[in-house]
Structures are given as C-alpha cells and as structure tokens.
C-alpha cells in the first residue's frame, strides 16, 4: 500500500503590507510507503506512524518565515482537503521545536485531522524546519489496496 501526503499550504495573513509570511513544507511525505504492510496473512498494527519502521518515509519539516518581528506570533491550522474514502484516520504530531526565535507551543498530543481546519501549534517569530509526524488509524482489511492519496492544508494566521 502505497499512501501519498501533500502538504499544501493556505496563507491567511492579517500583518501590514510590508510582512510576506509564509508557511512551507518539505517533500517527506510525498511517496510515503507502508512496504512492511504487503504481506496477507501477516499481523499489522491498527496504526502505523510515519517515524516508524513500518514506514518508508522521514518527518515533515514545516518553516514560519518572513516575519520583521521576532515578536510577532503565529498559528498554525491543519485540515484534510478531502476527507478519506474509507474509516482510515489521520492524525498529525509535532515532535521538535525547530529553530528559530522562540519554541513553538502545542502540537504534542495528536490531533485528529478533518474537512475542519484546526489549531495545531504556535509560535512567535521566524522559526524553521519543525518536525511534523502523521499517524494512520483504522487500517482495516476491507480497505481496498492501492494508492490513497491524502491532502493536508496549513494554514498560518499572525498577530502583533
């Protein structure tokens, strides 16, 4: 089973017209595949992490730059842009602080990802390369085989 995670990226900024804030993310989860779950007859978790063995692909990197402010915060909102086809779950992690001018806050406990944007972490000023993990729920056998390609929205808001 082969799963496929976009990040794209939603800017919804309320900062003055001299600020181009931006959110990105790498690559990582572009291709993710789950190549130890192959084998029928064969025990698999009901939930495989992205920073696991059972997956072949790394953590997310999500990057806050463009702020004139070190004082300035930010918010982070994630959102499925479709929802599964199947019960299938996902669920995303913070699991670093990356680097920048202050430690984000939040996004240490899963949160279980819908149609809904919700607040995931925030932080103030510029800060780079925050490790990001995925969680997939309800692997089921009636699922059926195939690629299943999964798009995450992130959106970041700002203020003074």
Not at 95 to 100: E, L, T
Not at 120 to 133: C, E, L, M, R, Y
Not at 144 to 156: D, S, V
Request: hydrophobic share 35%.
């Amino acid at each position: 089973m082969r799963i496929h995670l976009f990040g794209l990226l939603a800017l919804a900024c309320y900062v003055p017209i001299t600020e181009a804030v931006m959110i990105t993310t790498n690559t990582a989860w572009d291709n993710c595949q789950l190549g130890d779950i192959e084998n029928a007859g064969d025990y698999y978790s009901s939930s495989i992490q992205s920073a696991s063995s059972s997956v072949n692909c790394s953590n997310a990197m999500l990057s806050v730059t463009g702020l004139a402010s070190s004082t300035t915060t930010w918010t982070v909102s994630a959102n499925l842009l479709e929802p599964p086809s199947s019960q299938l779950k996902i669920e995303l992690l913070r699991v670093g602080d990356g680097m920048g001018n202050s430690l984000p806050t939040g996004g240490i406990s899963y949160l279980h990802l819908s149609t809904a944007p919700q607040v995931f972490f925030s932080g103030q000023g510029n800060t780079v390369d925050i490790p990001i993990q995925f969680k997939l729920s309800n692997l089921n056998t009636s699922d059926p085989h195939g690629l299943k390609n999964l798009k995450i929205e992130y959106q970041i808001s700002t203020s003074n």
